[in-house]
C-alpha cells in the first residue's frame, strides 16, 4: 500500500526566523540522557525550537528530516518552529504530523531518513521535548548527539545554508496497520475482550484502526488524543492512572487490559483479575512466544528484572543477555547478537522484526496471539510465576550523596555475587537486587526478588532502612 500524499509544497514557503542575529538562552538541564526534555515556554520553547531544528541538520549533515509530534497543547507551534529551523538550514521536511512513537520510528525506518518528534513521552502536560533518530533503530542520547546539539544551539555554529527546505506532508498510518498486520495471522485470533487505555496520547487512532481487522470486542478508554489530559497522567506505571482501567476489565469481564503511556512506545497489561502484570512477567510471556518462532534465539533484558525472565528463555531454548537500563543499551546490544526480542521492565518491548525498535501496538497483538494459542486466561498464565518470584517493582529513595550510599551498601553486602554492570546488582541463592543511580535527580532505583514473599518484605526493609539512613 503507497503512502497518502497529503499535500507537497514544491515552492518554498517564507520562513519567519526565531530569534535569527540574537542569542537563544537555552537551559543545558533540558538536555537529557535519552532526549531533549522540559517545561514549556520557560526552558523550551519556539525559538529553542527553531535553533534545534537547525543543529539537528548541522549535526548529521542531514537532506531530508521526519518530523512528528504528539497531542501536547504546545506541540502545534513546536512542529511549526522546529520544521521553519529544518528548512533555513537546507533540509526537506517530511512532515507526518500526529502519531505514536512507533509510528514515527516506522516512518524513519520505512522512508530511511532520521527524524524528530516533538514530545515530552509520559511527562506532565506542561512539558514538551524532542526524540531524535539519527538512523534506525538509533537514536541521538547523551553519550552520541544530544550534548552536541547543546553546543551548536549554544554557539549559534551553523553555517550558511545554500537553500531553503521544502514541506511535504505524508500519512503512514494504513501502511503501518497494514505492516502490523503481518506479525501475526489475525484469523487465529479467538475472540477476546479488551479494554485499552490511550490515556488522551498519541495510540489510539493506530488501535482503532488496527483492532478493526481483529475478531476483538474493544471497549476504548481516554482515546481521543487530547494535550489538556482531562482523565489522568500518562505514565500507567503511576496506580492513579490505571485504575479506572483495572475497574473496568473487571466490571467488563475482559480477558485482558492494555494501558499505554501518552507517546505509546510503552505498553502495559492488566489481567482478568484486574491486576496489574509486572514487566518483568510480560517479558518473559513474550519471549517464550518469540522463541517459537525463532528457535534458539538471543533475548535481551534489563538489569532489573525477575529471574522468571532468563529462566524462561532458557526453558524455551533460547539465550538471555542482561544488559544495561536504557534504549541506547538495549537497541545497540540487540543488533550485535542479532536478538529477537528484548524487554524492559519499564514497559518497552523491542522486536527484531521492526528494526529493533521499541513499540506499544505490538506487544498488543502478540499478547492477544498468546491468548488464542494457549486458550488460557492470563491470570493462568502468569499463576507459574507468581507462585515462585517475589518482585518488589521499582522503589526510589532520595538520598544525599549517590555514590557513597552505593559504597555502603555495597560493603554492607560483600559476601554476595556482586556485578557493576549498571549500578549495583548483588546475587544471593534466594534473593538479589539491583541499586541504580537515578540519571536527573539524586535518587537512588531498587529492584529486588525474592524466593518468598516473606524474604522479599524482609530484605526489602532491611535494604530500604540501610538506603535511607
Known sequence: MRPRILCQLHRPVPIIP???GASVNVDPAIFKAYDIRGIYPT??????????G?????????????????????????????????RAQGADVIAIGMVSTDQFYFACSRLGHPGMMVTASHNPKEYNGFKMVKQMPYLLSGDEGIQDLRRLVEEEAFPPASRQGTVQALDLLDEFVSWLLTLIDPAA????TVVADAANGTVGPALLKLY???????????????????????DPLQPENRRDLEHRVVQEGADVGFAFDGDGDRFFVIDDRGKFVPGDFVTALLARQVLQKYPGA?????????????????AAGGVPIVERVGHAFIKRRMAEVNAAFAGEVSGHYYFREFNFADSGLIPSLFILDL?????????ELLAPFEQRYFVSGEINSRVADVQA??????ARYCDGQIEHLDGLSVSYPDWHFNLRPSNTEPLLRLNLEARSRELLEAKRDELLALIRS
Request: aromatic residues 8%; contains cysteine; proline residues 9%.
Open 18 to 20: 526565531q530569534n535569527e
Open 43 to 52: 526552558q523550551l520553547n519556539e525559538p529553542i525550537a527553531y535553533a534545534l
Open 54 to 86: 537547525r543543529a539537528f541538520v548541522t549535526f548529521l549533515n542531514a537532506r531530508t528530516v521526519i518530523l512528528g509530534r504528539d497531542m501536547r497543547l504546545s506541540g502545534p507551534s513546536l512542529f511549526a518552529a522546529v520544521s521553519d529551523g529544518i
Open 189 to 192: 485470533l479467538r475472540p477476546l
Open 212 to 234: 478493526r481487522h481483529l475478531p476483538v470486542r474493544l471497549i476504548p478508554l481516554c482515546f481521543e488524543p487530547d494535550g489538556s489530559l482531562p482523565n489522568h497522567g500518562l
Open 298 to 314: 538471543p533475548i535481551v533484558y534489563d538489569v532489573r528484572s525477575s529471574w522468571a525472565v532468563p529462566d524462561t528463555i532458557r
Open 371 to 379: 491468548l488464542s494459542r494457549s486458550g488460557q486466561r492470563f491470570s
Open 405 to 410: 550510599k552505593l559504597r555502603e551498601v555495597e
